[in-house]
Nanobody, 126 residues
Framework: QVQLVESGGGSVQAGGSLRLSCAAP????????MAWFRQAPGKEREFVAA????????DYADSVKGRFTISRLNDKNTSYLLMISLKPEDTAVYYC???????????????????WGKGTLVTVSS
C-alpha cells in the first residue's frame, strides 16, 4: 500500500511563506500526475495546484495564482508546494494526491485519485 507523506506545514504570520513537501516512497512517481488540495475548517476540500507526471504543465486555483508554485523532483519521488505571501484564508489542512498519468484538468476535479496523503496543517495568523 502506497502512502503519500506530506510535511512542511506550520504556523506563520500573514505575508510569510512555507514550502510543503509530498514524498511518495515506493511509487513509480514519474508516471503519476500529482496535485495539492486543501480543506479549511467547516469548508469543503478545494483544489490548489496540479502538475503533470512529466512536470511540463501546471495549473492553479485562482485564489493562489502568483503566490503558490508547484514543482516536482521525480528522482527524489517528491513534489513541493512553495507558498509565499500567505493570507489567513490560506489556513487549512493541505493534502497531496497522485493519479496515474491523468490530465491536469482531471486532477483539478480531485476525483478518482490513486493515493492521498494524510495532510499537513497550515495556519496563517493575521
Amino acid at each position: 500500500q502506497v502512502q503519500l507523506v506530506e510535511s512542511g506545514g506550520g504556523s506563520v504570520q500573514a505575508g510569510g511563506s512555507l514550502r510543503l513537501s509530498c514524498a511518495a516512497p515506493g511509487l513509480t512517481f514519474s508516471s503519476y500526475a500529482m496535485a495539492w488540495f486543501r480543506q479549511a475548517p467547516g469548508k469543503e476540500r478545494e483544489f490548489v495546484a496540479a502538475i503533470t507526471w512529466s512536470g511540463d504543465s501546471t495549473d492553479y486555483a485562482d485564489s493562489v495564482k502568483g503566490r503558490f508554485t508547484i514543482s516536482r523532483l521525480n528522482d527524489k519521488n517528491t513534489s513541493y508546494l512553495l507558498m509565499i505571501s500567505l493570507k489567513p484564508e490560506d489556513t487549512a489542512v493541505y493534502y497531496c494526491a497522485v493519479a496515474w498519468r491523468k490530465s491536469i484538468a482531471t486532477m483539478a476535479k480531485g476525483v478518482a485519485m490513486d493515493y492521498w496523503g494524510k495532510g499537513t496543517l497550515v495556519t496563517v495568523s493575521s
